[in-house]
């Protein structure tokens, strides 16, 4: 954990977003309070050296509008369309790497289809905007309100193909630059372009990682404080209507997104909220022979049913 939070701290200059951020996304509904301490350590001795050594935080100058209660609507929806991208962006990446595995079982014919396909990608954008991690136009649609309609799908069709082919690691990023574009859809909903564009960052991120709170600092920390509260709705929506999908199937979901209810399941499994049927003769908590507690398909404790 403490390695997590001080390479995140190191490449982006957040060491708060870096430390919550490491100790809520292995167990989304579980912090583990006993390593705030060596991760709050970690980050901030990884950013103090970053910054010494000449590599400048990440920050965006952005005005947020006045807090009222259209706006608030207006973000609602964006947020809900957040989720949406975050949804696509989640299973594609899972969706491509599976299907490269099963298609080509040789590692390093892997590495060279999937080289070749962002060679001819690029030629055919006529652009190698999508190839990097992509910081000027991030900055661009925050500060300056412009970006592409199609680049939120271009970004994650290139991502897609780069992580299938074998990169490791490189998920985070491509978060933040899928969710600016929303420049775009911004002033459609009378949200000014710029702003739009940091409240997408952060709700992608957040829809992809399942980590609120940790997008919510990040916000502050990449944005300043300004439009605190919009930020907080948008990642709070994000996160409830991204489902149970995730950038990393090692995640474990320990409690419903939705209700009060245990259901320890790792991202990407789609059976999240199917109740089991206890065996003959049992009776869950509500007297009708089903349990309280969802298990997960495939495992021993599924198999036998037993309650929670």
């Not at 207006?74 to 595995?101: D, I, P, Y």
């Amino acid at each position: 954990m403490a390695g997590m939070a001080a390479f995140f701290s190191a490449l982006f200059g957040t060491p708060l977003t870096a430390t919550v951020f490491a100790i809520v996304v292995i167990s989304i509904g579980v912090v583990y309070h006993v390593a705030f301490i060596p991760c709050l350590t970690a980050s901030l001795v990884a950013y103090w050296i970053s910054v010494e050594l000449g590599v400048a935080p990440t920050r965006f100058s952005v005005a947020a509008p006045e807090l009222e209660k259209l706006m608030l609507l207006r973000v609602a929806v964006l947020g809900v369309g957040c989720a949406l991208v975050s949804v696509l962006l989640c299973r594609t990446l899972h969706f491509a790497e599976h299907q490269m595995k099963k298609r080509l079982p040789n590692a390093w014919l892997r590495v060279l289809v999937g080289g070749g396909a962002v060679i001819a990608l690029t030629y055919l954008c006529g652009t190698r905007d999508y190839n990097g991690a992509g910081m000027d136009l991030i900055t661009a649609a925050v500060e300056q309100g412009t970006a592409r309609p199609e680049a939120f799908l271009l970004k994650i069709l290139f991502t897609a193909v780069t992580l299938s082919a074998g990169l490791k690691g490189g998920e985070v990023v491509p978060s933040f630059f899928v969710g600016p574009p929303s420049a775009v859809a911004g002033p459609l909903l009378g949200i000014p372009a710029g702003f739009a564009a940091a409240l997408g960052l952060a709700a992608v991120f957040c829809g992809a990682t399942n980590c609120p709170l940790a997008s919510i600092f990040l916000s502050v920390e990449l944005f300043g404080d300004g439009g605190l509260l919009y930020f907080a709705l948008i990642c709070g929506i994000s996160y409830m209507l991204s489902g149970y999908n995730g950038l990393y199937s090692s995640q474990t979901i320990v409690y419903s997104k939705l209700k009060a209810q245990y259901i320890n399941v790792r991202t990407n499994a789609y059976h999240a909220g199917e109740l089991v049927p206890l065996p003959a003769g049992r009776r869950g908590r509500d007297g009708e022979g089903l349990s309280t507690c969802i298990l997960e398909k495939g495992t021993a404790a599924h198999r036998a049913a037993v309650p929670f």
